[in-house]
């Protein structure tokens, strides 16, 4: 959230959930009543952590005033998150923030409203593909992707990082390739963080491509390190 690793204060988040608005609608001539889709609605309502006084935790975080938060939640299968597991990622304003206590510990709760103004409107799904789990790299990738879709598409996507630090200036990338080798790969087109620094605090960000942008079918994570020697990232 916002750069920062809370996966080892987090206790509960819930519901991650997409609903669509639906009006009632049918032309004269139909037979049965139909539905029109309207605007989807991304949902992360709750954030629950054990209180902290750390500097980099939900405490911290959250007692820095309400706002907008940009949350991504990779989710491992069965083992801690790897490349190709599913990830929630979205931007949400905070509502509120309490703390209650459990049983023989103190929880934070950080409370969300519905999908923040400053998200990506122009798509309608907080789902995504794990290229890098949380860790450090001091060189650029020479290995293989992931398969996202089984297939190349044409409807854009979102590329989304959090830099939760680095020694100096370093630039992450998605990289788009028809074939799973090496030598394939090339840069996505705008699925970049530009030059960033965290050397004094986390960067973070959610690109949007072009809605109609083509994405080959295998895609795997890139840096290009600037005065930064190492990084420690997720996208």
Known sequence: MDGY????????VAPMSQTFDVAPESALSDGVQNI???RCMVQMQNYNG???????GAFALSNAGNGTRNVLIAIGVNAAP???NPIFAWKFEQVGYSVEQGNGFVAANINFGDSSYAAPLTYSTPW????????????????TGVDDFGAQTTKGGIFVYQLLS???TVTLKAQDASSNLDGSFADLSGATSGSVDASVSPKFGMISLSATATVKRYLRWQLSLGTATTAT???
Not at 5 to 12: A, K
Not at 50 to 56: E, S
Not at 128 to 143: D, F, K, P
């Open 166 to 168: 680095s020694d100096g």
């Open 36 to 38: 029109i889709m309207g």
């Open 233 to 235: 990232f997720v996208c």
């Open 128 to 143: 995504g593909v794990l290229l890098h789990a949380g860790g450090a790299e001091t060189a650029a990738n020479t290995g």
């Open 82 to 84: 790897a490349a190709g």
């Open 50 to 56: 054990f209180l902290d006084n750390d500097t980099a």
């Open 5 to 12: 690793d809370l996966s080892g204060y987090e206790r509960v």
